[in-house]
């Protein structure tokens, strides 16, 4: 053989080489661009569907095509590195975004075969069906009593006082608070402990009746003891409602959640019952955020 006939099969195995290189390249390049998630996105009768939620800041991309259904009486947590947009994404279920200036939300958001984030829906109402409690306990400057009563009222969801304070002390118990405040109902809620503080804010936002509710880090701000009466109660709430809850502590998240989603970088990577994302996640992503290597 030539040296000419060498030089020629190198150049074609070169070639070869590269093509095949470049096909794999197009095939990830095909699937960032898809932004497909591991694990399945989608549960029977879900509470809320969503289908290709983006969220942009300004020219800032937060959130890419997001798909994820929130099942009916299942507590699902969303973890990830901070900045991940799992916090974005939770807002985009009650429309919280909608607050913030330059914030833009694309996509679809069923409850009820109703797209929320289409024009004339009326987010007041909306917000009492998806409730949120915030990463702060933020208890109105009212008395314990005026602070749980003050959603019934303004929604006209009570006909009469003793509506009104059946609803407070239901609201309270379902909170795990009733016993705690029952002598002192006339004494503002700010005056309270920080964990009852925000089992003040849960019974608020139970006490209008939602069928969601979402916390955004509920126990950051909380020392151990109140973060496990807290946790207790949102499994006890699970049998009544849907909750979706973002949470930095991994510990957390397999302790309250049956299903987990893990976001990176503005896409939702894996989602899955939370026994096998922790002990068995498919994406590298995952499991390096789980086993500490980044994050």
């Known amino acids: 053989m030539s040296s000419v006939d060498t030089i020629e099969e190198a150049v074609q195995l ?20 898809q932004r497909e998630t591991e694990g399945d996105v989608r549960v029977e009768n879900p509470r809320l569907r969503c289908n290709d939620v983006n969220v ?14 929130i099942g009916r009486n299942e507590v699902i947590a969303m973890i990830g590195p901070s900045g991940c947009g799992k916090s974005t ?41 998806v409730g949120m409690v ?6 109105f400057p009212k008395s314990i009593w005026e602070n749980v009563a003050f959603g ?30 029952k002598d002192r109902l006339e004494q503002p809620g700010t005056g309270l402990s920080g964990g009852q503080q925000q089992r003040l804010c849960i019974a608020r936002t139970i006490a209008v009746n939602p069928e969601v509710i979402l916390m955004d880090e509920p126990c950051s701000a909380l020392d151990p003891i109140a973060t496990a009466v807290i946790e207790d109660l949102i499994d006890e709430l699970r049998e009544l409602y849907s ?3 973002v949470t930095h502590s991994m510990q957390q998240a397999a302790r309250v959640s049956q299903r987990t989603a893990y976001f990176h970088l503005g896409n939702l990577i894996e989602v899955g019952e939370t026994t096998q994302i922790f002990t068995n996640p498919v994406h590298k992503l995952t499991e390096d955020y789980i086993t500490g290597r980044f994050g």
């Not at 800041?57 to 259904?69: P, Q, R, W």
């Not at 915030?134 to 208890?139: A, C, I």
């Not at 019934?152 to 405040?181: C, D, F, Y």
């Open 152 to 181: 019934p009222r303004i929604h006209g969801l009570a006909q009469n006082k003793a509506e009104l304070e059946e609803m407070v002390v239901t609201s309270l118990q379902r909170a795990g608070l009733w016993e705690e405040v």
């Open 56 to 69: 942009y800041y300004g020219e800032k991309h937060a959130v890419m095509g997001v798909n994820l259904d």
């Open 243 to 245: 909750i979706v809850i």
């Open 14 to 33: 070169k070639r070869a080489n590269f093509k095949q290189a470049a096909g794999h390249m197009d095939s990830l390049t095909r699937k960032q661009e």
């Open 134 to 139: 915030f990463q702060k306990p933020n208890p």
């Open 89 to 129: 994404f939770l807002r985009c279920l009650n429309r919280m975004n909608d607050t913030i200036v330059g914030c833009r939300v694309t996509g679809q958001i069923f409850m009820d075969e109703q797209d929320i984030n289409a024009s004339g829906i009326d987010v007041v109402p909306l917000r009492a069906t």
